[in-house]
C-alpha cells in the first residue's frame, strides 16, 4: 500500500491533535500504591479514550475496573480468520517528573537552534543529534516545568490515529484488531488484573519506543529489592559502642553496589544495580534497589550479590539486621518472540512498506510487552518519535510520530493478508 501525500498530511494532523488533546490529562502513576489503577488521573484519560473510540463507531470497548481500555475493530468482510492483532500503550506517565499542567508547544518548521525552555532549561541541537535532525520538521516538547508524556501519549494517538483512518479508508481490508490501554506501566508491576477473558489477540505489538525504526524484541529481567535495616536507637550522648545506625547501614550498602554497574555507566547489554530510593531513621531505614540484566544467569548472580552485601553489612554492625524482600517484576521476551518468528518477521516488512528502515535494539527496561510475551501472545515494540523520557526535555518529533501510525496501519493490513 502506498500512502499517499494526503493521506501523510491526514494522518499527522490526527495524530498531532490527539497527542496534544492526552498529553494534557494528569496521569502520573505512583509505584507506592498497591491498587490499580494507582492514581485517579488515569481514569480521566481512559474514558476520553472511550468516548473518542465510540465517537469514530467502534462498538465493541470495554472500560475495565481496574482502568483497561479493550477495544476491538471488527474485520473487514472476508478477513473474520485471519488472526486478531492487537495493539497496546499505556495511560501513565512516570512519577520521577511532575506531569500535572503539561503544555506541550508545537514547532512546525524547526528552525534547529537552541529553544529556551523554563527555569534555564534548553533543548539545545548541539547537544543532542537527534533533535538536530529534526531541522525543518514538526516538533513538540515541553515548557520545561513538566514531562511532555510522549511516553506513552504518542503510542495511544498512533494508535488512535490508525483506527480512525482504517475506519475512513474501508478499502484496507484488515483482520479482527485489538485495541488495548493500560494504567500503570510506569509502576513496574506488570499488567495487574489484566483483561485476559476480553482479550483475543494472537500477536500484539506495544507503541512505546523510541526514534523512528527502531524496535524492540528484547529487553531486561528485572527484579526489584526491598532492603529493611533494623539498627538500635538510643541516646546518642550514650551510645558509644551500643547503637546501630540504620542510616549508617544503608549508606554502607549503598557503597557497596559496584559504581560500574550501576544506569549512569552502563548501556548496551550491560545490566546494572540502581538504589533508585531511600529514607529512614536511626531505628529503621529503606532502600529499594532495581536490578536489571539481559541474562537470566547473571540476573541471579545480581541478587546472590545482594545478600552477600547483607552479610557485609550485618558483620559491620553486629547489634543491627538486614533483611532483603525482592519481587519478580518482567522477564527477557527475546526467547519467546523467538518461539513465533512471524511477529518480527511481519513488523520488519511493514516498515519496509512505508519506507522506514529497521533497527532493531534491546530495551533497557521492559513494556508491558514483556508479560504479554511470557502469556503466549508475542508483543514486540514499535517506536513512538518520542525522546528523553521522564525528563523535561522530552520532545516528540510529528513526522516520526507519523511514521509510527503509518506503521499500525501497515501491519494490520500485512496480517490480513496471512
Ligand atoms: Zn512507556
Given amino acids: ?34 491498587k490499580t489503577p494507582s492514581t485517579p488521573g488515569q481514569w480521566d484519560l481512559a474514558k476520553l479514550l472511550v468516548e473518542e473510540l465510540q465517537a469514530l463507531g467502534v462498538q465493541d470497548v470495554t472500560l475495565t475496573d481496574s482502568c483497561y481500555v479493550i477495544a476491538h475493530l471488527p474485520a473487514s468482510a472476508g478477513k473474520e480468520n485471519v488472526p486478531c492483532v492487537g495493539f497496546l500503550a499505556h495511560l501513565d506517565t512516570s ?48 515548557d520545561g516545568t513538566t514531562l511532555l508524556g510522549a511516553d506513552d501519549k504518542a503510542g495511544i494517538a498512533e494508535i488512535m490515529g490508525a ?22 506501566e510506569e509502576t513496574g508491576k506488570g499488567l495487574p488484573d489484566f483483561p485476559y477473558e476480553k482479550s483475543r489477540a494472537a500477536v500484539c505489538y506495544t507503541l512505546d519506543g523510541g526514534a523512528l525504526g527502531e524496535i524492540e524484541v528484547e529487553c531486561f529481567n528485572a527484579a526489584e529489592a526491598v ?13 558509644r559502642g551500643k547503637m546501630a545506625n540504620a542510616v549508617v ?72 539486621a538486614v533483611n532483603i524482600e525482592i519481587t519478580d517484576q518482567y522477564h527477557n521476551m527475546k526467547e519467546k518472540i523467538d518461539e513465533r518468528p512471524e511477529a518480527l518477521d511481519m513488523l520488519k516488512q511493514a516498515l519496509s512498506n512505508t519506507g522506514v528502515d529497521v533497527r532493531i535494539k ?17 508483543t514486540p515494540n514499535i517506536f513512538t518519535g ?9 520532545w516528540a518529533s510529528v513526522p516520526e510520530m507519523t511514521a509510527a501510525c503509518k506503521v499500525v496501519i501497515e501491519l494490520i493490513r500485512l496480517w490480513g493478508e496471512a
Fill in 1 to 34: 500500500m502506498r500512502f499517499k501525500e494526503i493521506d501523510e498530511k491526514i494522518i499527522a494532523a490526527s495524530v498531532v491533535s490527539r497527542f496534544l488533546r492526552y498529553v494534557q490529562v494528569w496521569t502520573t502513576s505512583c509505584r507506592h500504591v498497591e
Fill in 95 to 142: 512519577d520521577e517528573v511532575s506531569g500535572k499542567d503539561v503544555k506541550p508547544r508545537l514547532v512546525e518548521d524547526y528552525d534547529g537552534g537552541v529553544i529556551y525552555l523554563a527555569g534555564n532549561r534548553r533543548l539545545d541541537p548541539a547537544l543532542d543529534p537527534d533533535l538536530a535532525a529534526q531541522k525543518g520538521k514538526s516538533i513538540i516538547h515541553t
Fill in 163 to 184: 483506527v480512525e483512518c482504517l475506519i475512513q479508508r474501508s478499502e484496507i481490508a484488515h483482520g479482527d484488531m485489538e485495541i488495548i490501554f493500560s494504567p500503570d
Fill in 227 to 239: 532492603i529493611t535495616f533494623t539498627g538500635k536507637s538510643m541516646h546518642p550522648g550514650y551510645a
Fill in 249 to 320: 547501614m544503608a549508606a554502607n550498602f549503598v557503597n557497596m553496589l559496584p559504581r560500574s554497574e550501576s544506569p549512569e555507566a552502563t548501556d548496551g547489554y550491560f545490566g546494572y544495580f540502581y538504589a533508585s530510593e531511600i529514607n529512614g531513621t536511626t531505628e529503621r531505614a529503606r532502600l529499594d534497589v532495581l536490578v536489571r540484566d539481559f541474562d537470566l544467569g547473571v540476573m541471579k548472580e545480581r541478587l546472590e550479590r545482594l545478600e552477600f552485601f547483607a552479610k557485609a553489612v550485618e558483620a559491620q554492625f553486629p547489634e543491627g
Fill in 362 to 378: 534491546p530495551i533497557r527496561g521492559g513494556t508491558d510487552g514483556s508479560r504479554l510475551t511470557e502469556m503466549g501472545v508475542p
Fill in 386 to 394: 518520542g525522546r528523553n523520557w521522564h525528563g523535561t526535555l522530552e
